[in-house]
Structure formats: C-alpha cells, structure tokens
C-alpha cells in the first residue's frame, strides 16, 4: 500500500498527514513539486526480472516520460533478498547505508519508478518531512535541490527505473544535518503493526 506520512520537521511526535488515496498524496506532493504517478503494474514482469526485460515491458511509459521530461539515461536498479548469497547481509547493508543520511541533487532530479517491491522516500520540505512509501507501481519525482534521503530497509526487495538529465548518474550532496535519524525508518513504518 503506498503511504504518504506528514510530520513536522521538529519529530514524528505528531502527524500532519496520512493518506494511502492516490489523489491525496499526488496533490500532497504537487503542492511540493514533487511528481507522483501510478503506471500499470505488469504481471508478467517478474520482480527479479533484468534490466532488459524491465525495460521493454515499460517501453511506452519510459518513452513518454523521457520526451515529456529530457531524460538523457534511464537504467534500472535492483536488489533482491539472496539467502543463498552470503555477502548479500553486508551488499544490502552497504546500500542502504547510501541513501540513509539527508542530502540534495544539485544537478538533477532524482525520478524513480517500483516496478517491483518497495522503499521509503523522505522529503524535508517546508518545515515538515513527507516519508512517501512507494510500492510496485508508484513513480516519484524529486526535483534537484530538495532535501531528501531514501530507505530500503535492512532487508532490501526492490526494482526500479532510474531517470536521469545528466549522463554521471546519480551524485548526492549531503547535508550534515542528521534530521534523518529522528524519523520513523522503512522497518518501523511497514511492520505489520504500524497502522
């Protein structure tokens, strides 16, 4: 279920918003000028599918966004639980360490669509932090120079499309600012009580 969570950037002592409505958290966050767009989800892409056949399955929706946006590079990320990889513990580790501290894209957008699996961006914006859930199906566009940071929890299953104006990828500037250690994180906000 995707989930749009709003706290004062203060702490998680009290919420300003949660929705799970789609027409919520799109508005939520255009108010943010942040993209937020559902795609069909495709059955019969499997969730470790490779990159190639994750692209093609979503040929269309890439084109459009890519014409409509100038994208110079679309690739796709993933990382799958692998109990029988035992270095996947410290790979998920490792990655998720990444992603976990605030930080700015000074050069690009950061725009990401879940083709499989789930993660949590957190947008501090305004005053206030928005944890957006995304799940299989979701895009999310944040525009550069928003702050922000990314959870994919400590056992990682996910694939998504990256879109990116510039050719070097993906290059952050963190902020220092340790605002992301006061919020709830992807474990606490999708375990099984956390409604």
Partial sequence: MTLLTTWPESGPESVVRRTSEPSEIAAALARLGVRYEQWPVRDDVAADAGSDAVLTAYRAEIDRLTAEEGFATVDVVALHPDDEDPGFAEKAKAARAKFLEEHTHDDDDEVRFFVAGSGIFYLHVAGEVH??????????????????????????????????????????????????????????ITAPDAA
């Fill in 131 to 188: 944890a957006v859930l995304c799940e299989h199906g979701d895009l999310l566009g944040v525009p550069k120079g928003t702050t922000h940071w990314f959870d994919m929890g400590t056992r990682p299953a996910f694939t998504a499309i990256r879109f990116f104006h510039e050719e070097d990828g993906w290059i952050g500037t963190f902020t220092g600012s340790g605002v992301s250690g006061r919020f709830p994180d992807f474990d606490t």
